[in-house]
């Protein structure tokens, strides 16, 4: 079983930065394909970004490209968010996900492992 934590949210104000972290146990996490989602109230959940399990590919929702940079570090079990230029807009809470296939997929149902989520609020 694979255990995911995600940390690093708050409360920011618009135009401001925020990194998120995604922790994972096991020795396999090198093996797996990592993905950001979000999810405000009243919403589906949302795709925000993805890294192949090499870290080589991402992926990124049209709406954060040039804003958010997803990496890993392997030797750290540990993906990361860097989100610039925050908006209001981007208020949700951040979950994280493991993909076994490795692929930086952008659909939640290929994603095997969830963790809690942060919550994220950006003011205005």
């Known amino acids: 079983q694979v255990h995911v934590v995600e940390s690093g949210g708050g409360l920011v104000q618009a135009g401001g930065s925020l990194r998120l972290s995604c922790a994972a146990s096991?020795?396999?996490?090198?093996?797996?394909?990592m993905g950001w989602f979000r999810q405000s109230p009243g919403n589906e959940r949302e795709f925000v970004a993805a890294i192949s399990y090499t870290g080589r590919t991402t992926n990124y929702a049209a709406s954060v490209k040039g804003r958010f940079t997803i990496s890993r570090d392997n030797a750290k079990n540990t993906a990361y968010l860097q989100m610039n230029s925050l908006r209001p807009e981007d208020t949700a809470v951040y979950s994280c996900?493991?993909?076994?296939?490795?692929?930086?997929?952008?659909?939640?149902?290929?994603?095997?492992?969830w963790g809690q989520g942060t919550q994220v609020t950006v003011s205005s």
């Open positions: 096991g020795r396999t996490f090198s093996t797996y394909a």
């Open positions: 996900a493991l993909d076994a296939w490795g692929v930086a997929v952008i659909t939640p149902h290929e994603y095997d492992y």
